[in-house]
């Protein structure tokens, strides 16, 4: 983070001066770190904590090697070194670099090292075996996630702020977790031994249990974890292990090339280390002694570092931070700042707690001035308290203000008062200054304006009322931003309003739609979106425009990590003959598929193709696909049914290859996974896909909405009961039609089923209150009917170079993860 933040400031200070090259382990722009513990427990995705894509770096003619590690800087030629990393290692080991690959060497004048940290691993045995996990990339979030499936148990070694924070994203992968203390209370650092307490009963009130005192020396097991040994040589099971022990800083870079390193490396005021021309910014660093393993001091030595070497301001100076932070546990509120405890015979302790509640809120003042303090369980006035805690602010006469508001209702901190550089929004360093200027001059008369201009609000969120109080103060008022509630940003209308005009209009393009309801003015974010919505409105007549399309609409087939294709031959209900095997296996060997693989939904996954040859990969095979990408109806998934399985009660098999053939291809606002199954055993998990039909005693089958098996997990609801496989065809028919006209773009059927609920669905769509249940028919019959194989392109391509120019292909990194 502080890297890239570095860079920022210089290009805001002077963007024309430098030639900028960065050496990243990682094979990401920056994100931000801190909202990982929100990825793992699933209330951020990962596309929402990336501060700058890699086209960041590009359109600002930043080199950026990414995914490669600076090993050295060769003082005398002025060299840095570094080599590419091996795709499997961590960027934080101690090498992991391609030995075989050529060593990449960069020029400098001045170097900037920001290589962070590392977890700490405790002296323990087995520290390699699978199922060991660190906690401090966005690659080790996916890999905890992904393994916490096949786990019942987890141990999080470390109750520390992020070992707390693991434990809570843990729990939502349904795993039991225990967290391990070595001390005998939880985040020594932040609270005293009562807060303490009071946390560990929060915490396993919400289902984590908490062993203080505990140190593990081995961790058990050969091929994969079993379990834990302590000190004492008692044993604890568990089947995953994450390791939050603490961070130390990377050094080996600095340490290689001559330079002071301690601690961590050794900084000046200015943030020189012991070279004048090389700098070190971020955890890495040891200044006046101090490490930081918090960002807001990044914040504050990036912007010294950038006045330094601008030379905007040559007297900068960074004289060490003051300590606040916040637990980002869902469920649990805690701030906690500077001191835990009086030091001084004089300092003045104010307490409350309130035990049944979980609520205990302590501060310390001296002179009349706050050196520390903890709130648990309600944390309203920590947004004011951390400002007048790192601005020294005189605080009022009324402690009990600080504790509980004003009671008059007045602001105890008048935002007004603050200086400029106060910051604001500690998650992106945002000052109130940056916040005034958005307001003022970039006319951003709501918080979330506010957030899309200066990124202030947009980590935890905590920073919003003082945002809101800037608001008040330099705009005259807090305005609701009406776009948050638009379909597609670049489009002023919520999708009704967009729906409504679009038919009345009859605008059938996306550039249509631009030209007349945006004011000509075309926003690349919202084609994907629009696109959709103008296909299922228009199935006969929406007028395609590639621009509007991801790659992987554009030539049909899904683009993978390393620019070559997958392609899924469309196999109805799972049910394929020798003769369609012969055929893929002929044309995977043909076209050398890199591997073919079975896919959790029953169909075979032809990975590694080339560009060029998705034509006649599709020709040779002869058997449609197109259906594995896009947002639109995927996939039946069925059980083996009344055919084979003594269970059957219904002929399941038969249904989801009718599902299939009638709703292929249908656009959604996202995309959509059916199963069928044959008795409520739920072989082929039809209780938790997007729809799901499941047969039951009296020739009767239920049909389920919203279930979800994947980052979420979820039970569908019971829509109705039905007696045949028409009717099953028909609601969920309109099920489907009524999700593409309400759901929002990119809402999963589980999102809109739960914003709905069940109720108001059953009342439309089986009652059908609204008198809407024969349009919906006729529908998504005409979208039905309006369906084309995408795969005929590979004879008639759309245009010249749909297919032939591999090379004109980028991939981006959102097209990957799209
Ligand atoms: C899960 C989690 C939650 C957190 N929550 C909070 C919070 O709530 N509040 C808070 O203030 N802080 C929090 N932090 C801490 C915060 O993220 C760090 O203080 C911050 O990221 C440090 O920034 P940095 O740039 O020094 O290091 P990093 O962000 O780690 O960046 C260093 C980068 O350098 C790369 N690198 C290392 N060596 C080399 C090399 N030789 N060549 C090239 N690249 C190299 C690394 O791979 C890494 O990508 C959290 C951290 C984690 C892991
Ligand atoms: S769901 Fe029922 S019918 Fe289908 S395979 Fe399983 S047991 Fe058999």
Redesign the pocket.
């Known amino acids: 983070m502080a890297g890239a933040r570095v860079v920022e400031e210089i290009l805001q200070r002077d963007a024309q001066r430098f030639a900028i090259t960065m050496f990243g382990a990682e094979p990401y722009g920056n994100y931000n770190r801190i909202l990982l513990s929100n990825v793992l427990s699933g209330s951020q995705q990962m596309e929402e904590i990336f501060l700058n894509p890699l086209l960041w770096y590009s359109e600002r003619n930043i080199a950026l090697h990414a995914g490669v590690k600076a090993t050295s800087i060769d003082r005398v030629r002025r060299l840095v070194i570094g080599k590419p990393m091996r795709p499997t290692s961590l960027p934080y080991g101690l090498d992991g670099c391609d030995q075989s690959a050529t060593p990449i060497a960069e020029s400098y004048d001045q170097v900037i090292i920001a290589t962070g940290s590392r977890p700490f691993l405790p002296p323990m045995e087995g520290m390699d075996t699978p199922g060991v996990f660190q906690f401090r990339t966005v690659d080790d979030c996916g890999q905890i996630a992904s393994y916490a499936k096949q786990c019942k148990k987890a141990i999080v070694i470390g109750g520390g702020l992020l070992g707390l924070e693991a434990a809570r994203g843990l729990l939502t992968h349904r795993v039991e977790v225990t967290v391990l203390e070595a001390m005998p209370q939880l985040m020594t650092a932040q609270l005293d031994p009562e807060s303490a307490t009071l946390l560990k009963t929060t915490m396993e009130r919400m289902g984590v249990q908490v062993l203080l005192e505990q140190i593990a020396t081995h961790i058990l097991g050969d091929e994969r974890v079993t379990g834990l040994r302590f000190k004492d040589g008692s044993t604890l099971e568990t089947d995953m292990v994450v390791v939050s022990a603490g961070i130390r800083p990377i050094t080996e870079i600095a340490k290689d090339s001559g330079l002071t390193v301690e601690k961590g490396i050794v900084c000046d005021d200015q943030m020189r280390t012991s070279d004048p021309d090389i700098f070190a910014v971020g955890e890495c660093v040891q200044h006046r002694g101090v490490l930081y393993g918090l960002v807001d001091p990044i914040w504050e030595q990036a912007a010294t570092l950038a006045d330094i070497i601008t030379e905007k301001n040559p007297q900068a100076a960074y004289v060490g931070s003051k300590l606040a932070t916040k637990l980002k546990v869902m469920g649990v509120q805690l701030a906690s700042m500077g001191a835990t405890k009086p030091a001084q015979p004089d300092d003045e302790v104010v307490l409350y707690r309130e035990p049944s509640r979980g609520v205990y809120k302590k501060l310390i003042i001296r002179d009349d001035k706050l050196v520390g303090g903890i709130l648990l369980g309600e944390t309203d006035t920590a947004g004011v308290l951390t400002q007048m805690f790192t601005l020294e602010t005189v605080l009022p006469e009324r402690r009990a203000d600080l504790l509980f508001g004003s009671s008059n209702g007045a602001p105890i901190l008048s935002v007004f008062d603050l200086p400029d550089h106060a910051q604001i929004c500690n998650c992106n360093g945002v000052s109130k200054g940056g916040i005034k200027e958005a307001i003022l001059i970039g006319k951003c008369h709501s918080v979330s304006k506010v957030g899309a201009h200066t990124k202030a609000g947009m980590g935890c969120g905590s920073c919003k009322s003082l945002i809101m109080q800037l608001l008040e103060v330099y705009a005259g008022e807090v305005v609701e931003d009406p776009s948050e509630h638009y379909y597609v940003p670049g489009v002023p209308l919520t999708k009704p309003e967009l729906i409504a005009a679009i038919k009345a209009q009859g605008l059938k393009s996306v550039s249509a739609v631009f030209r007349e309801l945006a004011g000509g003015k075309e926003d690349p974010g919202s084609k994907v979106g629009l696109a959709s919505l103008l296909k299922s409105l228009w199935p006969h007549e929406y007028e395609d425009e590639r621009d509007a399309r991801f790659i992987n609409d554009r030539v049909h087939a899904n683009i993978q990590r390393d620019g070559t294709f997958s392609v899924i031959p469309r196999i109805y209900g799972g049910v394929t003959s020798a003769a369609e095997l012969k055929k893929i296996a002929e044309v995977a060997e043909k076209y050398q598929a890199k591997m073919v693989k079975l896919t959790g939904g029953q169909r075979i996954d032809l990975l590694g193709f080339k560009k060029a040859d998705l034509p006649a990969v599709w020709k040779e095979l002869g058997i449609p696909s197109g259906h594995a990408y896009t947002k639109a109806f995927r996939t039946c998934k069925s059980?083996?049914?009344t055919d084979f399985?003594r269970?059957?009660?219904g002929d399941?098999i038969a249904l989801s290859q009718k599902i299939e053939r009638r709703f292929q291809g249908i656009e959604s606002p996202h995309k959509m996974k059916l199963a069928t199954?044959?008795?409520p055993?739920?072989?082929?998990e039809a209780y938790v896909k997007d729809l799901g039909a499941v047969a039951i005693e009296g020739g009767q089958w239920e049909i389920y909405l919203g279930g979800a098996a994947g980052g979420s997990v979820r039970k569908g609801d019971l829509l109705c009961t039905v007696t045949s496989h028409d009717e099953v065809l028909r609601y969920m028919g309109r099920f489907m039609q009524y999700y593409r006209e309400n759901g929002k773009y990119l809402e999963r059927s589980y999102g809109f089923v739960e914003r709905l609920g069940i109720e108001k669905l059953r009342d439309v769509l089986v009652h059908d209150t609204e008198g809407i249940g024969t349009r919906l028919d006729a529908e998504i019959e005409a979208a039905v009917a309006a369906y084309k194989d995408p795969w005929e392109e590979a004879t008639k391509p759309v245009h010249e170079n749909q297919f032939t120019n591999p090379l004109a292909v980028s991939v981006r990194e959102e097209e990957v993860r799209a």
Do not use: E, P, T
């Not at 055993?681 to 082929?684: K, L, Q």
């Open positions: 059980c083996v049914g399985c269970y059957g009660l399941s199954a044959g008795c055993r739920n072989c082929s």
